[in-house]
């Protein structure tokens, strides 16, 4: 039955061209439903060089995403074979067993930090920081995977050896926020580094406009107290009824000192007008010399701690916004209803 089939057809190919072939079947049997398809006919399909003019226009179109960090590829979640023979090796040792035995065994945390970093914590922070948006509302189509791991933490009252570390989202409520923070990184030799802290939600006026809080410029290597402050700390202010504001730290690299005092001009001014920002245009004028390098970034949301921001620091009202739902719509009722649903 198939092989009569198929000579039947190939009685009637008429006439081939490119790609598509073009036939004239007179038959009656591929009438039947069992045959039908919902596919095109040869007619009308697109040619080869059709479609890749669709795919290159539909490409122009779309955004490229450029990676602006030093660091292009990032090692997977793969234990490597070197970890692996020394975890053998160690798993052998009598003398790490009887310490890990005895509850001896001390490890080297700080060692596993930086081991921990390279690599699977790189791409953790890259996901995090992609996660809540953070690529995209200060660089746009541009990101970066963290070539250096920045700390950040703030000072608790009473306790000076003690911080509250900055991680990747973690809150804060403002009070706990309002002192200078402090900040370290393994730095490169003979590199000189920038931070800025920025609030990409907290703008009063323009929703595609930052605040920066604080900038440190031409810190030379791991010398932070060097560096020089253009921009000295403001405390944050997320406004009642906004919700959650985020707060990020970018730490910037370039190989010799930087001149920014003709970008930002703030010194220890509280004027908002003053202190509103662009990352992106930041970073653009400043792109041949600097590079991103290290992030980390916090939420906080209102508290009563900022009701004193406003009035004594920025000298200003404060702004509050509340949530009116609206009003509950009840349809008019009637005593008797007559052949009427009732759940309408």
């Known amino acids: 039955m198939a092989a009569s089939m198929i000579g039947r057809l190939s009685k009637h190919l008429t006439k081939i061209e490119g790609c598509c072939l073009k036939t004239q079947v007179r038959t009656s049997f591929l009438t039947n439903?069992?045959?039908?398809?919902?596919?095109?006919?040869?007619?009308?399909?697109?040619?080869?060089?059709?479609?890749?003019?669709?795919?290159?226009?539909?490409?122009?179109?779309?955004?490229?995403?450029?990676?602006?960090?030093?660091?292009?590829?990032?090692?997977?979640?793969?234990?490597?074979?070197?970890?692996?023979?020394q975890l053998k090796t160690e798993r052998n040792l009598e003398e790490l067993e009887?310490?890990?035995r005895l509850n001896q065994l001390e490890v080297p945390i700080k060692k596993v930090t930086e081991e921990d970093f390279e690599g699977q914590g790189q791409q953790r922070i890259h996901t995090l920081t992609a996660h809540y948006g953070i690529f995209k509302d200060l660089f746009g189509n541009a990101y970066f995977y963290p070539s250096l791991d920045l700390h950040v933490g703030y000072p608790i009252d009473g306790e000076e050896s003690m911080v509250n570390p900055v991680f990747y989202g973690n809150k804060f409520p403002p009070e706990e926020v309002s002192q200078q923070p402090h900040f370290e990184f393994k730095a490169e030799p003979g590199k000189f580094y920038t931070l800025c802290m920025t609030a990409p939600d907290s703008h009063l006026t323009n929703n595609h406009q930052e605040y920066l809080h604080w900038m440190v410029c031409n810190i030379p290597g791991e010398s932070v107290d060097k560096g020089e402050t253009i921009c000295n700390y403001l405390p944050i202010f997320p406004v009642h009824g906004t919700g959650h504001h985020r707060y990020v730290f970018i730490l910037y690299q370039h190989d010799k000192p930087v001149d920014f005092s003709s970008q930002v001009q703030i010194s220890d001014s509280t004027s908002l007008e003053e202190r509103t920002f662009k990352t992106l245009k930041f970073y653009r004028n400043n792109q041949e010399h600097i590079t991103p390098v290290g992030i980390c970034f916090f939420q906080a949301e209102w508290d009563e701690s900022v009701r004193n921001v406003f009035h004594n620091v920025l000298d200003m009202n404060e702004p509050r916004f509340e949530f009116l739902p609206p009003a509950e719509v009840v349809p008019k009722q009637e005593l008797w209803p007559i052949r009427e649903p009732f759940n309408v």
């Open 33 to 85: 439903d069992v045959f039908r398809s919902n596919e095109p006919s040869y007619d009308t399909q697109k040619s080869w060089k059709q479609r890749k003019e669709e795919i290159e226009k539909a490409g122009q179109n779309q955004d490229m995403v450029v990676n602006i960090g030093l660091v292009s590829n990032v090692k997977t979640n793969r234990v490597s074979r070197k970890f692996m023979r």
């Open 98 to 100: 009887r310490k890990s």
